[in-house]
């Protein structure tokens, strides 16, 4: 079975980036197998930016790959740059907001599929079902919301002094 360990969303909606093996990518399966393989670049262009050959400024979680020189050697050489939010700042990261309704759209799947008496899919099948829900034209307008969200969601945070969420 594959995991979706990466993907990135934008005005232009939600690319997938990375499907590996292993639950947790380390910084040379970033850095070698997705960055200087163009796998990054690709998902940045199938989303239509403004720069179509760079430089692109991509926003990162906290992940220590991310930002390992390796990985940072990687990033010069393909003209993009990171652009880092602070620790434990769930509001300020949209993809996070991206997952939580995929997660939410597959819990309503299952749900359907228990109702329905469905036999429960296998790991492939359950694989597909989550590729084609990325795929959908719901979840790019998802993530293109989102993504636009973002700005909103910045100025809010400045304006509170730290958090969108606070009251």
């Not at 995929?102 to 749900?111: H, Q």
């Not at 597909?128 to 293109?144: D, E, I, N």
């Amino acid at each position: 079975m594959q995991f979706l360990c990466g993907g990135g969303i934008s005005a232009g909606g939600f690319h997938d980036v990375v499907y590996h093996k292993h639950r947790k990518l380390n910084e040379h399966d970033w850095a070698d197998d997705v960055v200087k393989k163009g796998k990054l670049v690709a998902a940045i262009k199938a989303l239509n930016p403004v720069s179509k050959e760079g430089h692109w400024w991509v926003l990162c979680d906290n992940e220590s790959f991310l930002r390992t020189a390796m990985s940072r050697a990687a990033y010069k050489q393909q003209k993009i740059k990171l652009w880092t939010m602070p620790a434990r700042s769930p509001d300020l990261n949209p993809v996070e907001k991206f997952w939580a309704w995929v997660r939410k759209a597959l819990r309503a799947r299952d749900m359907a599929d228990l109702r329905a008496r469905r036999v429960v899919p296998g790991k492939f099948a359950y694989t597909l079902r989550v590729k084609r829900l990325l795929k959908s034209r719901r979840a790019q307008q998802v993530a293109s919301n989102i993504a636009l969200g973002f700005k909103r969601v910045c100025k809010q945070v400045v304006a509170k002094k730290g958090a969108a969420s606070k009251a």
